[in-house]
Each structure stands twice: as C-alpha cells, then as structure tokens.
C-alpha cells in the first residue's frame, strides 16, 4: 500500500505496506511541467524552482506581520500558522533561515 502525501513543494511517496517484500525508504517527488500536462520526477533530479513556495511565502509574511524586531520562539511563529503541517512548517523555516 502507498501513501502520497504534499510537502511543500514536493511530493513524499511512501510505502506503508507491502506483502512479501520489505518497505522501502520514502521517495521525494516533483511535479514537472511537460508539454500541456506534467510528470513527476525525483525530487534530486530536478532543480528547486526560483523565489519562495508558498508555504515559504506564508511563513516569511506571518513572521514579519505577527511580531515586532524583537522577533518570536519557533514555537509562536508556528502559532500563528495553524493551517501548516508541523513538518511543512519546519521545511520552510528551514529554507527561509538558510537562504535570506
């Protein structure tokens, strides 16, 4: 059985079940545009798009717009994000800390 989950700006493929035959490690996909449609690809093989994801987007706008410069605990930041994953959340914070 799998499971097919949205990480930002990624697709997770994972294997939660599998009869005779052991699990295999998570895949990280990205959707790539392809003539009028789009194929997945693996996430290593294709390069991260320019600028920020959405959730990125979002983080960046609720810290600047939720907190004064004395800024705020990762824990307030996520507070204000309550629609975002925990795990989406700390990608982006991730991101954001390592790339502005």
């Given at each position: 059985?799998?499971?097919?989950?949205?990480?930002?700006?990624?697709?997770r493929?994972?294997?939660?079940?599998?009869k005779?035959?052991?699990?295999f490690s998570?895949?990280?996909?990205?959707m790539?545009?392809?003539g009028?449609?789009?194929v997945m690809q693996?996430?290593?093989?294709?390069?991260?798009p320019a600028?920020?994801s959405?959730t990125?987007?979002k983080?960046?706008?609720?810290?600047?717009?939720?907190?004064?410069?004395?800024?705020?605990t990762?824990?307030?930041w996520q507070a204000?994000?309550?629609?975002?994953?925990?795990?989406?959340f700390y990608?982006?914070k991730?991101?954001?800390?390592?790339?502005?």
């Amino acid at each position: 059985m799998f499971q097919l989950t949205q990480t930002d700006d990624q697709l997770r493929l994972l294997c939660t079940k599998q009869k005779d035959a052991a699990r295999f490690s998570p895949i990280d996909l990205r959707m790539v545009p392809s003539g009028a449609g789009c194929v997945m690809q693996l996430a290593t093989d294709t390069p991260r798009p320019a600028g920020l994801s959405d959730t990125q987007q979002k983080a960046l706008y609720a810290l600047r717009s939720s907190f004064t410069d004395d800024g705020a605990t990762t824990t307030e930041w996520q507070a204000v994000m309550p629609d975002v994953p925990e795990r989406t959340f700390y990608r982006a914070k991730k991101v954001l800390i390592d790339n502005l």
